[in-house]
């Protein structure tokens, strides 16, 4: 059985955001950096190519995932413990804004977004 285009999508930005200059030489890489702070950037890249995905954060407020056709994934795949999220509220999103992302020019959904379109993928993973 083949992966759900979601999780294509989120292992493909993964892969894209190693490329950037600031992994290069440091101790972390992207998947790291999606799941510890740039979480709810990585939920905003997919869900520019799938409207249809909604924002769950983690009952501690310390992560966000995305939910999609009754399932959730974040940058390292599905996952298993879907009782530890909730629906993102509005206040939730607000809290994310400000306190997710780190923002980093290169790191932030938009400027991601960009990159994809540079790679002409449409069709292959949304």
């Known amino acids: 059985m083949h992966s759900p285009k979601p999780l294509y999508t989120i292992d493909f930005v993964v892969d894209l955001t190693n490329e950037d200059d600031i992994f290069w030489e440091a101790e972390v890489d992207a998947k790291y950096y ?3 702070g740039g979480c ?9 190519y799938f409207p249809n995905s909604i924002c769950m954060i983690e ?33 939730d999103i607000e809290y994310m804004e400000r306190k997710f992302g780190h923002h980093l020019m290169n790191l932030e959904a938009p ?3 960009e990159d994809i379109k540079d790679c002409n993928i449409k069709g292959i993973l949304y």
């Open 59 to 91: 009952n501690s407020l310390e992560h966000c995932a995305i939910g999609y056709d009754d399932e959730i994934y974040d940058a390292e795949g599905k996952v298993n413990n879907k009782d530890a999220f909730h629906i993102a509220t509005k206040e």
């Open 34 to 36: 999606f799941m510890h």
């Open 40 to 48: 709810f950037e990585l939920y905003k890249i997919v869900h520019h």
């Open 111 to 113: 400027k991601i977004i």
